[in-house]
């Protein structure tokens, strides 16, 4: 007998056990709404997902903005107007009847401007601050980014090649603006034994000025007087004529010097230090010009070979520095080789007082 026989009715065991106990009853409408939830979290998550892109797009957009605005500051040559220079660009910009920003990025526009200006109203006080307003502008020689398209452009204590010819020679000096305005530029003349020399008989100058990773301008220009007080100048007039000579482009001239040249090894500033026969040689100048210049040897070093420097001196340039220069270019003669040099890191000083020896020497050009 089982256990639960005694008290049958409290322990009665049913064989037949009904499963649907445990099952969950539900409905139709409870169905639905599970597809219903479903539907709102795919809705919800398409809307983040969208706001996610817009919100991106727009990020990317603002900084292409910033970009847009840093790219036209740096050609407008990242130049910061004070707000006197500011009323005085939107004055000329309105007396000539011009857009402003055209002005602001133009230095071409803006020496149009002021021309038109001097033409049409020569006593406007306005032209009284034109000076000043380039230089805020960054319209300067110096900078490069501005096209070199009148002298006024120029800047005191800037260097220059200064030429004129008597009897039919070319004789130079290197010169320094000292002082420069809108309607003038003062050079300073030669001296010679400490005594400052007359140059007042002549009436017209050539001029010759470098820029650095540019080229050489030229451009001729008239006296106006010669002073001494405040300072002993020439003072010239002002010019829009210049003629860009670019750097590859430079005239080459026949000059016939000896010269000793020295190999500059790697990784040595100086070829001074162990010279010897090894790297080393003599050479006979062929021609020359401010780029460079091309010699024949019959000792040119083995290590001599094309992308090498060698060094010289041009001392009689009044050239202190060794010259380095590198070799381009090596060509057989039934004398020897011609080699061909490019000058390197040149200043713009130097290459003044190395034109000024060229002309110097009226040498015939190649």
């Known amino acids: ?198 140059m007042s008989k002549f009436r017209t100058f050539n001029l010759s000025i470098f820029r650095k990773n540019d080229g050489e301008y030229r451009f001729s220009t008239e006296l106006k007087s010669q002073i001494s007080t405040p300072v002993n100048a020439l003072v010239l007039k002002h010019v829009n004529k210049i003629k860009k000579l670019h750097i590859r482009e430079n005239e080459r001239y026949k000059l016939q010097f000896k010269r000793n040249f020295f190999l500059l090894l790697p990784g040595k500033k100086s070829p001074t230090a162990g010279v010897n026969e090894s790297n080393q040689c003599a050479g006979t100048v062929l021609d020359i010009s401010i780029g460079g210049l091309k010699f024949k040897t019959t000792t040119l070093p083995e290590k001599a070979v094309e992308g090498v420097n060698l060094v010289f001196k041009l001392e009689e340039a009044k050239i202190k520095n060794e010259i380095h220069a590198e070799i381009v270019r090596i060509t057989d003669d039934k004398d020897g080789k011609n080699v061909h040099l490019q000058f390197q890191s040149l200043s713009e000083l130097n290459r003044l007082y190395l034109q000024k020896f060229i002309a110097s020497k009226n040498p015939i050009k190649v």
């Open 1 to 198: 007998m089982a256990w639960y026989s005694i008290i049958p009715e409290a322990y009665a065991v049913n064989k037949n056990i009904d499963t649907s106990m445990f099952s969950v009853k539900g409905t139709a409408a409870s169905g639905s709404s599970v597809f219903i939830y479903i539907g709102i979290s795919i809705a919800a998550l398409t809307v983040l997902i969208l706001a996610y892109r817009w919100l991106n797009l727009q990020r990317i957009k603002r900084a292409n903005q910033r970009y847009l605005q840093k790219r036209a500051k740096a050609q407008q040559q990242e130049i910061e107007l004070s707000e006197d220079a500011s009323f005085r660009l939107v004055a000329l910009a309105k007396a000539v009847n011009v857009n402003p920003e055209k002005l602001l990025v133009s230095n071409v526009a803006f020496e149009k401007a002021v021309e038109k200006l001097k033409k049409n109203s020569p006593n406007d006080p306005l032209l009284m601050k034109i000076t000043a307003l380039r230089e805020d502008l960054g319209y300067i020689f110096f900078n490069r980014r501005a096209q070199f398209v009148c002298t006024q452009m120029l800047q005191s204590g800037q260097k220059l090649r200064v030429g004129v010819k008597f009897k039919g020679k070319a004789h130079s000096y290197v010169g320094t603006v000292v002082n420069i305005s809108e309607d003038e530029f003062w050079v300073k003349p030669p001296t010679v034994k400490g005594k400052t020399v007359n």
